[in-house]
């Protein structure tokens, strides 16, 4: 797919020597052994987005021979105050992929930034350089600018906060790029449809991360249609998610907007408002304005493959919302805090499907914040309770019990005022990383192309629309309309800034 223009910006640039290279075509086992790609056959990759999680994923990505990142993204330069599940994971995953255990060790708190991803990965493709240097990594701050300057990439990969996956997706595919995105697809209904269509306009490339293929699915698939819990009546999904901290309204002080930090930039198409580092970070999916919630967070990871797997390919038509609520005290009077900026510390959301082609109308729950469903009488009989994460399945006859990342799941059928259980054997995935490699090299859809994600990216942003309406709400999805409460339809969109409109 690259260019000679590609192999000059790898090769010729990333080289001290490339004044004096020749080009000599030879064989391509000369080149290299076993599992070696010519730089004409590679993706050139824009990664855009370098903290902790784009950090995390790049040391991951950068080893896999089928790519080769050629700039790197973000609105921060670079600082430590990032956010993270230890103090060293993204320290020590660029220490192992360097192969250089003392990478970092200056640093003080958690590293990131576009100049940390640039020194990553010109550090990485240095070593493999006689001279042990590289510096065919551009940085950016601007997305849009690298989209314009960096003719060559074939793919760009967002790692941003939710708020920024549409509008970036866009451009990219209108750039004609190959998009590789974290979930979810966008963070509001009219952007994450626009970025659908815009998919199957351009017919480029394109891979939600949170596609996996499960074994144990195909397993729950098969249960159910054998009838072994009768007729499928809920599905329940629950997380112990959030991770971060969940605040009840909007900071009201001003710190200053940190050095080398583009604070405007990070906005995107969001409204002004002054910058707060509660907003930022991994902080941000707590909120409505930058962030989808843990439904949004965690829900894609099981929803996502379940929704393929049994084929479920329309979104739900309703869902009702339940949220924490909390009061303030005002001259020693409790008054109710009204919350319509971030969402709850947990909540519980019933979405209603209708029939599918091989399922009958069904109810799905989604809990988090520590709710999920009362033990079932199957499980506590025999000592055992729901783990803080999973899925169950009910049927008329019986139930699944699986796990939250693909554990072995459990069938339990009522059988004569008794209960018989039987399991499967675990199975490990494949790399997802080569399923949208390859597609995006051989420009095909990979399974978890965006213009598979409709379903349940809809329903996943309906649960926030509930929450925020304090109703149930009614949902046409062929009209992108919730049809009862006429009012809960600007949840659906979002006020633009100027310039960034979609």
């Known amino acids: 797919?690259?260019?000679?223009?590609?192999?000059?910006?790898?090769?010729?640039?990333?080289?001290?020597?490339?004044?004096?290279?020749?080009?000599?075509?030879?064989?391509?086992?000369?080149?290299?052994?076993?599992?070696?790609?010519?730089?004409?056959?590679?993706?050139?990759?824009?990664?855009?987005?370098?903290?902790?999680q784009g950090l995390r994923e790049m040391t991951a990505l950068i080893s896999n021979?089928?790519?080769?990142?050629?700039?790197?993204?973000?609105?921060?330069?670079?600082?430590?105050?990032?956010?993270?599940?230890?103090?060293?994971?993204?320290?020590?995953?660029?220490?192992?992929?360097?192969?250089?255990?003392?990478?970092?060790?200056?640093?003080?708190?958690?590293?990131?930034?576009?100049?940390?991803?640039?020194?990553?990965?010109?550090?990485?493709?240095?070593?493999?350089?006689?001279?042990?240097?590289?510096k065919g990594c551009a940085s950016y701050e601007d997305f849009r600018e690298l989209l314009e300057k960096e003719k060559d990439v074939n793919a760009i990969k967002i790692m941003t906060p939710d708020h920024l996956h549409g509008t970036v997706a866009i451009a990219s595919m209108n750039k004609g790029k190959h998009v590789v995105t974290h979930k979810p697809i966008a963070n509001r209904m009219y952007e994450a449809k626009l970025t659908i269509e815009t998919a199957k306009k351009t017919g480029l490339s394109t891979h939600l991360l949170a596609w996996s293929k499960r074994s144990d699915y195909d397993v729950i698939k098969k249960w159910i249609n054998d009838g072994s819990i009768g007729k499928l009546k809920e599905i329940h999904n629950w997380s112990n998610r959030p991770m971060w901290p969940q605040w009840q309204a909007n900071p009201t002080d001003t710190p200053p907007v940190p050095k080398d930090f583009n604070w405007d930039l990070w906005l995107g198409p969001v409204p002004d408002r002054p910058y707060h580092p509660n907003y930022t970070n991994a902080v941000f999916r707590g909120w409505y304005d930058f962030g989808a919630g843990s439904i949004a967070d965690m829900g894609h990871y099981s929803l996502f493959?379940?929704?393929?797997?049994?084929?479920?390919?329309?979104?739900?038509i309703s869902a009702e919302a339940y949220g924490t609520t909390t009061c303030a005290l005002q001259g020693n009077v409790a008054v109710g805090v009204k919350n319509d900026v971030a969402f709850p510390l947990s909540c519980i959301i019933r979405f209603k499907f209708q029939a599918q082609a091989e399922l009958p109308a069904f109810d799905l729950f989604w809990y988090d914040g520590g709710m999920k469903p009362i033990t079932p009488d199957e499980l506590s009989t025999s000592g055992k309770s729901l783990d803080r994460e999973g899925m169950m399945?009910?049927?008329?006859?019986?139930?699944?019990?699986?796990?939250?990342?693909?554990?072995?799941?459990?069938?339990?059928?009522?059988?004569?005022?008794?209960?018989?259980q039987k399991t499967t054997p675990e199975k490990s995935g494949e790399d997802t990383n080569n399923v949208w490699i390859n597609a995006f090299k051989n420009n095909t859809q990979s399974p978890g192309s965006f213009i598979y994600t409709g379903p349940v990216t809809e329903t996943i942003l309906l649960g926030a629309v509930a929450l925020r309406a304090g109703k149930k709400v009614e949902y046409d999805s062929a009209n992108m309309k919730i049809t009862n409460i006429p009012e809960a339809n600007k949840y659906l969109v979002r006020e633009y800034r100027k310039g960034w409109e979609l």
């Open 65 to 134: 021979p089928a790519l080769q990142i050629v700039a790197v993204c973000d609105p921060n330069k670079f600082s430590t105050n990032y956010i993270d599940w230890s103090l060293n994971d993204v320290r020590n995953s660029i220490r192992s992929a360097l192969g250089d255990n003392s990478w970092g060790e200056s640093i003080k708190g958690i590293p990131g930034g576009r100049d940390i991803g640039q020194e990553f990965v010109q550090k990485y493709y240095g070593k493999s350089k006689d001279s042990g240097t590289y």
């Open 305 to 316: 493959p379940l929704f393929l797997t049994l084929g479920i390919t329309s979104a739900a």
């Open 393 to 420: 399945f009910v049927g008329d006859k019986g139930k699944i019990i699986a796990g939250f990342r693909g554990e072995n799941p459990v069938l339990y059928i009522e059988k004569n005022n008794g209960i018989s």
């Open 1 to 52: 797919m690259a260019t000679s223009k590609k192999i000059n910006r790898r090769d010729f640039l990333g080289s001290a020597a490339a004044a004096s290279f020749a080009i000599t075509v030879v064989p391509r086992q000369v080149l290299g052994g076993s599992g070696y790609v010519p730089p004409s056959d590679k993706i050139t990759l824009g990664y855009i987005g370098c903290g902790t």
